[in-house]
């Protein structure tokens, strides 16, 4: 079965750095688009980061300048490396591949930023 397994998570002090990864096994890595969406506590689930099957990326707006995505398509995984975080960044972040004919999610990883 499809697994996106997150890693990276964790807790920083504002202003801080994390690196996330996302592995993905048994699904094909280079056909889906890759993204990373965030839940915080009481809030919707919201799209961060995405990079598509041919490299590019978008962001949502509050995170540009901040956080970048990439992937490796030898390794099969996708990354968000977030700089300058802030406590509103504080949230699970999940890892999803999707096409036209999938749409996966990972199990999350939680971040905490604190003030």
């Known amino acids: 079965q499809v697994q996106l397994v997150e890693s990276g998570g964790g807790m920083v002090p504002g202003g801080g750095s994390l690196r996330l990864s996302c592995a993905a096994s048994?699904?094909?890595?280079?056909?889906?688009?890759m993204g990373w969406y965030r839940q915080a506590p009481g809030k919707q689930r919201e799209l961060v980061a995405v990079?598509?099957?041919?490299?590019?990326?978008s962001y949502t707006e509050s995170v540009k300048g901040r956080f970048t995505i990439s992937r490796d398509s030898t390794k099969n995984t996708v990354s968000l490396q977030m700089n300058s975080l802030k406590p509103e960044d504080t949230a699970v972040y999940l890892c999803?591949?999707?096409?036209?004919?999938?749409?996966?999610w990972g199990q999350g990883t939680q971040v905490i930023v604190s003030s």
């Open positions: 990079i598509t099957s041919g490299g590019s990326t």
């Open positions: 999803n591949a999707r096409s036209a004919r999938w749409n996966y």
């Open positions: 048994r699904i094909d890595f280079s056909s889906s688009a």
